[in-house]
């Protein structure tokens, strides 16, 4: 990426540390949960393992499950070459449209009335366009980043994909621009006449946890566990 050059006498400018709202980033209920902060937005992001990616196929919806990776303002999903949305972006122009959606979680709240039962929750719902990745040392990185999302310094402690792997995979980028956080954190938001009734109220929180890794049979001896997954 080629750089630009500053005016003399006015200092680099500084990237926004929030995204634009948009009509398709502002939610139509609990507007107050929404959060456009960038920080907040990529903790979420990097959190998490698992997202959903929707488009449009044949004139209906479809939502997929896959793992993905963050570089900067770039999210990364990849898949083999025959997979529908992987395929269908490369075939469109100028790329496709989709949504992806990542949550959390915390936890759940129970309330005195079936009405007012909810969960605690972090999300990001992402808007864009998914280009295909052509450039060879762009999908190398992105497949870097994508085993390091699940466990950092798992990359360079791997095999590399080979020439007929990368031929079978194929790497699509969105950008985060269209972007939005949503949250709920708290207790129960019970109605005033229910308080005195007889049910238990309050939040179960989820945690997230690793139990301890287990060795392939195959190892060869003194194969130690790597550092990394000491830290997990």
Known sequence: MQGTTQPQGTAPSTPPAAYTPTDRTVPTRSAERASYDKDLVHAILDEGYVCHLGFV??????????????????LYVHGSTGSRPLRMTGQADPGLPVCLTVTHVDGLVLARSAFHHSVNYRSVVVHG????????EEKLMAL???????????AADSRPANKKELAATAVIRIDLTEVSAKTR?????DEPEDLALPHWAGVVPLRKGYDTPVPEADLPP????????GTL
């Open 222 to 229: 003194g194969t130690g566990l790597p550092a990394y997954l």
């Open 57 to 74: 196929r044949d004139g209906a919806p479809v939502v997929l499950p896959t793992l993905y990776g963050r570089v900067g303002e770039t």
């Open 185 to 189: 954190t708290g207790g129960v938001n």
């Open 144 to 154: 870097d980043a994508l085993v390091d999302h699940v466990v950092p310094g798992r």
């Open 129 to 136: 366009i998914a280009h295909d990745v052509t450039d060879s």
